[in-house]
């Protein structure tokens, strides 16, 4: 929600960033690497009880994540290009997930059905894409939903710095994903059936 909502306010910022990185010679696909590798580094340090320093970079590796498409945008990006960036954002949250699950073994079921609900999501949300007529500047039909890149970001967020209440923050995470995914199906049938 707040990555469509909010989208307008940040553009300028982003496309910014992706002139600079455009007049660097910087490709959009080494910006995704870059943001897969610090996203990497997120996990581990969560794995290394280094909450602070893994919050932050779980950040930097989310706004990377977004000036990469504006960048792709600017410089007629690939489709390979989409397929790494949806990748590579699946396998930072994988990466933290199991980092919490790693210091939570009491905590690793729920940890699990989160996973699974993110890949079911993700299957959804494609199969959505597939089936859908792209009208945006996105490479494939963008399904909105309550929980997109940034709510899943603030939910890791809140998990990693309050692991104390970490399966009521695994719970409510789920519990968005869900309500996403009965969103996203109501979207894709209201449009498939006009």
Avoid: C
Wanted: net charge positive; proline share 3%; no cysteine.
């Amino acid at each position: 929600m707040l990555d469509s909502q909010a989208r307008r306010f940040v553009e300028p910022v982003l496309r910014r960033a992706a002139l600079a990185l455009r007049r660097l010679g910087v490709s959009a696909n080494v910006v995704s690497l870059t943001a897969l590798l610090i996203g990497l580094a997120a996990a581990g340090s969560v794995a290394g009880g280094r909450p602070g320093l893994a919050i932050a970079l779980l950040w930097i590796s989310g706004t990377l994540d977004a000036v990469d498409g504006t960048l792709a945008r600017l410089t007629a990006g690939t489709p390979i290009g989409a397929i790494l960036d949806i990748t590579f954002d699946r396998v930072v949250e994988t990466a933290v997930i199991a980092a919490l699950a790693w210091r939570h073994p009491a905590l690793r079921f729920e940890l699990l059905l989160l996973v699974g609900a993110i890949a079911v999501a993700m299957s959804l949300f494609l199969s959505i894409a597939a089936a859908v007529i792209n009208r945006s500047v996105k490479s494939f039909h963008y399904a909105p939903g309550l929980g997109e890149r940034t709510e899943a970001f603030l939910f890791l967020t809140a998990m990693i710095a309050d692991q104390r209440r970490l399966a009521l923050w695994t719970a409510l995470f789920i519990a968005l994903i869900v309500i996403t995914m009965g969103q996203r199906l109501w979207h894709a049938a209201r449009l498939l059936a006009s």
